[in-house]
């Protein structure tokens, strides 16, 4: 089989298309013809190694060859031991610490995938896994969630964002948000009710409180987050740099035991009911996925350029069938 596969850390030059043999599926797993695989901020930083705490999983060279969690496709094989699907069975999911979607074929234990509605391509399908969950995920991080009447995005113009910002405006939550000037109009246009722009604004000067911070890129202090939060209110960390991580993890567990407050960093936990349920809101017209460009397996080094560039409106897909 053809897939993008790397054998050091480095920048996305250090990939290359190459053969490679195609997996065999274990008793507990299923063999998936790969349609697509979108480009999460995890497979960045696993190819760069960055943050430095990537390493303590591959500490000279990465441990999995190829990348790629987020995946959709159709099942090729099953393993003795699987019982919720079949041969010819439309599959997405998310193989996270399995990896192999940049590839024509994966194998990854059952419990890791959901089948794919009708009325959704392989393309939409293989963008909900990560970030769709994410975005759910951090709307019930606070203490009381049908409390959160505002909410702050920082870095709200990615996959998971994009998610996000339909969901919370679809609980009525006032919505700013926080990227790039070049973001404006598709942000706006997904609901928020005001939009910083980095190059130009600092969030930090801002007057307003929020019941809800969500940080994706990280890049200041808790301290100084905190400060724009109500006195319930709750900060929730998805990225950043291993330190700011650290930082904030322990925090979180002081904030915690002396104020009503609530900071930390998102423990994500994929389940297949969560899957299935986005996938639904999906299918509904519920939620609508934010594709901004697809590229083909021959041409992932010029895709994982353009995800690293920090320019994209929602999500970068691999298309591989």
């Known amino acids: 089989m053809k897939a993008a596969i790397y054998k050091q850390y480095g920048p996305p030059e250090v990939l290359s298309i190459s053969d490679a043999a195609t997996p065999e599926p274990k008793p507990n797993e299923i063999q998936v013809s790969v349609k697509a695989c979108s480009i999460n901020a995890s497979d960045?930083?696993?190819?760069?190694?960055?943050?430095?705490?990537?390493?303590?999983?591959?500490?000279?060279?990465?441990?999995?060859?190829?990348?790629?969690?987020?995946?959709?496709?159709?099942?090729?094989?099953?393993?003795?031991?699987?019982?919720?699907?079949?041969?010819?069975?439309?599959?997405?999911?998310?193989?996270?610490?399995?990896?192999?979607?940049?590839?024509?074929?994966?194998?990854?234990?059952?419990?890791?995938?959901?089948?794919?509605?009708?009325?959704?391509?392989?393309?939409?399908?293989?963008?909900?896994?990560?970030?769709?969950?994410?975005?759910?995920?951090?709307?019930?991080?606070?203490?009381?969630?049908?409390?959160?009447?505002?909410?702050?995005?920082?870095?709200?113009?990615g996959g998971a964002g994009s998610f996000l910002v339909q969901q919370a405006k679809s609980k009525g939550l006032r919505i700013t948000s926080v990227d790039r000037k070049s973001k404006t109009n598709f942000l706006k246009d997904l609901g928020v009710d005001r939009h910083l722009r980095f190059e130009t604004e600092n969030y930090l000067d801002l007057d307003e409180k929020f019941d809800l911070i969500v940080d994706f890129p990280g890049p200041n202090p808790l301290s100084s987050n905190k400060a724009l939060l109500t006195e319930t209110g709750s900060y929730c960390m998805v990225g950043g740099r291993t330190r700011r991580i650290f930082m904030t993890g322990l925090g979180g567990l002081i904030t915690t035991k002396f104020s009503k407050q609530k900071t930390g960093i998102l423990l994500h936990q994929q389940t297949q009911t969560l899957m299935t349920a986005m996938a639904d809101a999906v299918s509904k017209g519920e939620l609508r996925v934010c594709v901004d460009k697809v590229f083909s397996l021959e041409e992932i080094v010029e895709a994982f350029k353009y995800f690293q560039s920090g320019n994209y409106l929602g999500k970068v897909v691999i298309s591989i069938g």
Do not use: M
């Open 44 to 157: 960045l930083e696993f190819l760069t190694a960055k943050p430095n705490y990537i390493r303590l999983f591959g500490p000279l060279k990465p441990a999995n060859e190829i990348l790629g969690s987020d995946i959709s496709g159709v099942v090729t094989a099953v393993g003795e031991q699987v019982t919720e699907f079949k041969v010819g069975d439309l599959v997405f999911g998310d193989t996270f610490d399995h990896w192999g979607g940049f590839a024509q074929t994966v194998c990854a234990p059952e419990k890791l995938w959901v089948k794919k509605p009708d009325n959704i391509t392989h393309i939409e399908a293989a963008c909900i896994p990560q970030s769709g969950v994410i975005a759910h995920e951090v709307l019930n991080y606070p203490n009381n969630p049908e409390s959160v009447k505002s909410i702050l995005i920082i870095g709200a113009g």
